[in-house]
């Protein structure tokens, strides 16, 4: 199925480095939205130079680049200078949406604020990421992924009791903080459609990280009760946690009684269903080391993927546990076409291959329509859009507003 289109004629600048805000116009420009990457020029995004690739890296084209930047075209533009000032106030005119993720502020002194850019365009949908957000005590503070994490009680909760606190193993907080921003964004689109009034969004990722915790935050605020860190258990059902296998380990969510009861068929042991320690699901909570001992015993007899079958066959939800490359090589992952290959990429001497959206939609399925950018490779094409002649052009390199 061709890619959806669901953003068409929204343009939106991308004034953001390195994660949160990238990842966040990278899923507008996968529902087809014209985003222009607005970078400084000599380096650009610090993203550039960042990933396993070294020469990658000396390239501008890093590997942590090349993941969230595909279908976003490339404008070098110095917003220090009075002419690339007058450049971005060209851009604000023809655009929808301006996303930055600079520190709080900073926007303001430049005179490229959002009360700035409303005398440009006064409905255009304005999104601010920062760490902690545009006011309070820590708002002028910098912010990186883990900052975010530990501040967060992610890191708290996050481990078992002797290897907590502990970082979760990928930049989680600063991938909420995109994914925010882009639902916010596009709520905002909307209420322009239909109101035809801009918006500034403020979003913390302070904020956007600790709202997704769910019960870990609202056991404390409604029961009083402190999350604690239980490293592959689960807190609410037992058995619902990690088993090992004959061949590998195996995540068991048996959380309702019909499930444990039918899980304990299923592995041979239907005795544990009344086994007083284990009938009822408070029993299976207090006991649940002898339980996990049990059931690990009886799942040696056979490899993670043979039981994933048969668990799941019989309405037991379980999963193998999978590295990064096991589960990008699963029937699943490549029936559902997660991963889009671009074959020829100016920069780049190999094909590069970046994962899609988590959505699918009838009308069409989320995709890049272009390769990552080199640095400022649409600087000409966008200024001749914008009015500049060959001449004006070449004056803005000679004064390196460009």
């Known amino acids: 199925m061709s890619s959806v289109k669901t953003l068409d004629d929204i343009r939106v600048l991308d004034l953001t480095n390195v994660l949160a805000g990238p990842f966040c116009c990278y899923q507008l420009a996968l529902l087809g939205a014209d985003v222009i990457k607005v970078e400084v020029p000599n380096g650009g995004d610090l993203a550039r130079q960042l990933g396993a690739s070294a020469e990658l ?81 820590l708002r002028n503070n910098p912010a990186y992924d883990q900052i975010i994490q ?27 903080g995109g994914i925010t921003a882009a639902f916010a964004i596009s709520a905002a689109l909307v209420r322009r459609e239909r109101a035809g009034e801009g918006e500034m969004i403020d979003v913390s990722m302070l904020e956007a990280t600790l709202v997704t915790m769910g019960w870990a935050v609202s056991n404390w605020l409604i029961a009083g009760v402190a999350a604690q860190p239980m490293g592959n258990e689960n807190m609410t059902a037992a058995p619902s946690g990690t088993f090992k296998t004959g061949d590998g380990l195996l995540n068991i969510a048996a959380n309702k009684q019909e499930q444990f009861e039918t899980l304990a068929v ?49 309405g037991v939800p379980a999963g193998e546990v999978l590295s990064v490359p096991e589960v990008l090589e699963h029937p699943q992952i490549k029936a ?10 100016p920069g780049v001497a190999n094909p590069v291959k970046v994962v ?47």
């Open 57 to 137: 890296n000396a390239a501008l084209m890093g590997a942590s680049f090349l993941a969230q930047n595909a279908g976003k075209r490339s404008i070098t533009v110095n917003l220090k200078s009075h002419e690339g000032k007058e450049i971005f106030r060209r851009l604000v005119a023809t655009a929808d949406v301006v996303v930055e993720n600079f520190r709080p502020g900073v926007m303001d002194k430049l005179g490229l604020g959002y009360e700035d850019i409303r005398s440009v365009k006064p409905d255009i949908v304005y999104c601010a990421i920062s760490g902690f957000g545009q006011n309070g005590p």
């Open 150 to 176: 530990g501040m967060s009680g992610v890191m708290s909760v996050t481990g078992d009791p002797a290897s907590a606190p502990l970082r979760v193993g990928y930049p989680v907080a600063d991938t909420i």
């Open 266 to 314: 299923l592995i041979g042991k239907p005795e544990l269903a009344r086994d007083a320690r284990f009938a009822q699901r408070e029993d299976r909570k207090r006991n649940r080391a002898a339980l996990k001992a049990e059931i690990d015993a009886a799942l040696a007899q056979h490899s993670a993927s043979h039981w994933s079958t048969v668990l799941n066959s019989g």
């Open 336 to 345: 559902r076409d997660v991963v889009h290959t671009f074959d020829d990429v």
């Open 356 to 402: 899609r959206s988590g959505f699918r939609l009838r009308s069409g399925n989320p995709a890049p329509n272009a390769p990552p950018p080199e640095l400022g490779a649409d600087t000409l094409t966008l200024l001749s859009d914008l009015g500049y002649t060959s001449a004006e052009i070449q004056s803005l390199k000679e004064k390196r507003a460009i």
